[in-house]
């Protein structure tokens, strides 16, 4: 069982940065794969970045590629969305998610956190 908290959401103007983390509790953290998915209003969940158990691999949305880097501290139970560049189509509420494979898709993790509101203004 693995418990997830995100923080470090809030309201930037467009071309700022923010950094969210996720803590997870439990023994297993460095066993996980981690996702980061966010959903805007009337949207779908979809996939931001992932990284894997080790953190060697990582995987980004194309619409973040180059603007956000996902990394892990697997000492610390946290794994980090560092979002540079903003734009006002970010805004939506990122949930953290922990899976035993690395993968794009919702329906691969098996832990999801409460999720943390990011608000981009123009």
């Known amino acids: 069982q693995v418990q997830l908290v995100e923080s470090g959401g809030g309201l930037v103007q467009a071309g700022n940065s923010l950094r969210l983390s996720c803590a997870a509790s439990g023994r297993t953290f460095s066993s996980y794969a981690m996702g980061w998915f966010r959903q805007a209003p009337g949207k779908e969940r979809e996939f931001v970045a992932t990284i894997s158990s080790s953190g060697g691999i990582k995987y980004y949305a194309d619409s973040v590629k180059g603007r956000f880097t996902i990394s892990r501290g697997n000492a610390k139970n946290t794994v980090y969305l560092q979002m540079n560049s903003l734009k006002p189509e970010d805004t939506a509420v990122y949930y953290c998610?922990?899976?035993?494979?690395?993968?794009?898709?919702?329906?691969?993790?098996?832990?999801w956190g409460q999720g943390t509101q990011v608000t981009v203004s123009s």
């Open positions: 998610a922990a899976g035993w494979t690395i993968a794009t898709g919702s329906d691969e993790y098996d832990y």
